[in-house]
């Protein structure tokens, strides 16, 4: 199939869900690889599987599945010659337990899924090897039972390691060398058993050191006491292992040689899983079985939009009897779209051997090919405008078409002037039809409704629209035109009946009366405009609450703000003079004010603010040089670069 319809129709997505249904990773590769298939029959054999195991899993929950995890890294394992391991070899065992449960399983299904059951056949039950890995392996380890040898082996072991921590125990206990042990606790360095010693009584306590603490004050020494047991206990492990290396490698043998058979079953397993998942995605979206046929017919009952679930509005869908292209008409986001998308969809799905979300009865076309172009796909790597990119796809569409090919257009001929779009749009429709698609398309245009009319083996179809609620219907009508919707919307909202009228006139060249035409007096929903306006006028309401405050705020501000500021020329009234603050407001309402060279101390009452510092002085000016004498700036100087012997800073 044409990987930009697969992509468009949005068919990955489909698998993606399919997948979440299966166990194993085999399957879900299985569903990755799933496309639609090319021939009727085999079509056909995988929708009756699909029917089968969806009557399987309507009567029962518990479906002996295995996950197969990690059973690919076994088989390439087992073609390379290594050596399995305990946990390997259980898994095997627990896929062959679950191929014996399969096996019976299915025995009891032959009636409501006698081709699907009759799979369980080909798989082989391999009793000895599963008895044998049973007897041998227990929770991913090598069990006693494996061998005479080896329980005799671990018998000894047990009782080496006993007689060690017996002697442990007796030193711990030992007031002989209670002041040496650091902790009473036994431990393990490099498989020998340890005790912790104070590192200053190393000496005194007979043993070998095997690992001291980053400290240093602590040294593991193994008792002297017990070196001999510990000799032995080494030699029977070393034996242990040699002993599970036999077992593992002639349990590895007895698989590798069923390994044809394993195969197998690891192959039926996983085909298993990957139709149970079917089976269980067909019950999910209440799917249903459909036939095939050889004559580009498609019929759809009550078909829904999988992704989309029940709430999707049905859709009764039929194409390729009586006319093999359908033009719809219809305002935005009235369901054209997706309609198209559910017919190309529920066909890619159904010829891929799924059940769709359709009634029972529905046909589809064995199709070639399904090519589409839908959205805008405009592309902004390649610089292409929405039409240029529509009209690259439309090419290779036309390129490509066929009588086995559905070929779904939204909204041909757009993006471009209106006059040319249609003209574009009426060549491709007579082009693909010519060549015998079956062709499903959208448009706005007027002239297609009339193409559609008067062209052989097209029909019109619409989207509904409910002009009391000013909704679209999601329904499909076949055989019906779209009408414009746009002044009778635009009367339904309260706009003048003349101004319609006269709206009419402009693009029709004829005159209708709109005076008449009265609407079921419905409860409309509160306009949205009207929830605008109450927003609007809310947030204007707060934005003056908060300028109320803010400007009492600043009021407030202001009236703390001193009346002066240091270098402020200020008239002085008692004095009939000006001067300079050179010291802020004090608690009795006082500045100091230089007059003359001289500092005093005047009430604000008698001052008034000659000219402002920022009109004398630079910014950051030093007002230490009107205020300070030249003595004092001199010695400051020197203080600030740290030369502080007999110097001395009296503030003047």
């Known amino acids: 199939m044409n990987n930009k319809a697969v992509e468009i129709l949005e068919f990955n997505k489909i698998k993606d869900v399919l997948k979440e249904f299966a166990l194993s990773d085999l399957a879900k590769e299985k569903i990755d690889k799933l496309e639609p298939y090319m021939d009727i029959n085999v079509a056909k054999r995988h929708m009756r599987e699909t029917t089968e195991v969806r009557a399987i899993v309507n009567i029962s929950s518990s479906i002996p599945i295995h996950s197969l995890k990690g059973i690919t890294i076994i088989q390439e394992k087992l073609k390379k010659g290594m050596i399995l391991s305990a946990e390997e070899l259980e898994s095997i065992g627990s896929l062959l337990k679950d191929v014996r449960r399969l096996k019976n399983f299915m025995k009891t299904k032959e009636q409501v899924a006698p081709t699907v059951s009759s799979y369980g056949l080909s798989l082989y039950e391999m009793e000895e090897v599963e008895l044998e890995i049973e007897k041998s392996i227990s929770r991913g380890m090598v069990d006693d039972r494996a061998s005479n040898k080896l329980q005799k082996i671990r018998k000894k072991i047990f009782i080496l390691e006993e007689r060690i921590k017996s002697k442990l125990d007796n030193i711990l206990r030992n007031d002989k060398y209670k002041s040496y ?132 509005v049905p859709l009764d869908f039929t194409i390729g009897e009586e006319y093999k292209g359908l033009v719809i008409t219809g305002p935005n986001t009235g369901g054209k779209t997706v309609a198209l998308k559910t017919v190309g969809l529920l066909s890619m799905m159904a010829q891929s051997g799924l059940h769709v979300s359709a009634g029972k009865n529905s046909e589809f076309a064995m199709l070639g090919d399904i090519l589409a172009d839908i959205g805008d796909g405009q592309s902004i790597e390649q610089s292409l405008s929405t039409f240029s990119s529509h009209i ?37 429709l007579e082009k693909l039809y010519e060549k015998g698609s079956i062709i499903c398309a959208t448009t706005h245009y007027n002239e297609i409704k009339d193409f559609a009319k008067d062209h052989k083996g097209f029909i019109n179809g619409s989207m509904e629209f409910d002009v009391n609620t000013l909704k679209p219907k999601y329904k499909l009508n076949i055989g019906r035109p779209g009408e414009s919707n746009a002044f009778l919307i635009a009367l339904r909202l309260g706009m003048d009946s003349k101004i319609i009228e006269r709206a009419h ?128 700036r001199k010695v400051n100087k020197l203080l600030n670069k740290g030369k502080k012997e007999g110097l001395i800073l009296e503030e003047e």
């Not at 393990?188 to 001291?212: A, L, T, W």
């Not at 290779?396 to 249609?422: C, F, H, Q, R, W």
């Open 181 to 312: 042990i650091q902790d009473s606790l036994v431990s393990q360095r490099n498989g020998r058993y340890v005790i912790p010693i104070k590192s200053e009584h190393k000496r005194n306590f007979d043993g070998s050191i095997h690992d001291k603490s980053q400290s240093g004050s602590t040294v593991f020494i193994e008792p002297a006491e017990v070196k001999k047991y510990q000799d032995e206990l080494e030699g029977e492990k070393f034996e242990e292992e040699k002993e599970v290396y036999r077992i593992l490698s002639e349990l590895t043998a007895m698989v590798a040689s069923y390994e044809r058979e394993l195969n197998i079953n690891i192959e039926g397993m996983s085909y298993y899983d990957f139709l149970f998942a079917k089976g269980r995605y067909s019950k999910s979206i209440d799917g249903n079985e459909v036939t095939f046929n050889s004559q580009n017919i498609i019929k759809i009952n009550s078909g829904r939009h999988p992704l989309l679930g029940n709430n999707a």
């Open 392 to 428: 690259k796809n439309i090419i290779n569409i036309l390129e490509m078409a066929d009588k086995y090919t559905l070929v779904i257009l939204d909204e041909v001929g757009s993006g471009t002037d209106p006059g040319e779009g249609m003209g574009i749009a009426v060549a491709v």
């Open 505 to 632: 006139e402009v693009t029709y060249k004829e005159n209708k009366d709109y005076g008449d035409i009265i609407f079921d007096k419905k409860v409309l929903e509160k306009d949205e405009i009207e929830e605008e306006k109450e927003k609007h006028y809310q947030q204007v309401s707060n934005i003056k609450s908060s300028n109320k405050i803010n400007q009492k705020i600043e009021r407030q501000k202001q009236s703390q703000k001193p009346m002066f500021e240091i270098g402020d020329s200020v008239f002085i009234s008692f004095m009939n003079r000006t001067g300079i603050i050179c010291e802020e407001e004090n608690s009795k309402g006082e500045y100091g004010v230089m007059v003359m060279k001289k500092k005093i101390k005047i009430n604000k009452k008698r001052l008034s603010k000659y000219i402002s510092k920022g009109e004398l002085y630079p910014e950051d000016y030093d007002f230490d040089i009107v205020f300070k004498s030249k003595k004092y």
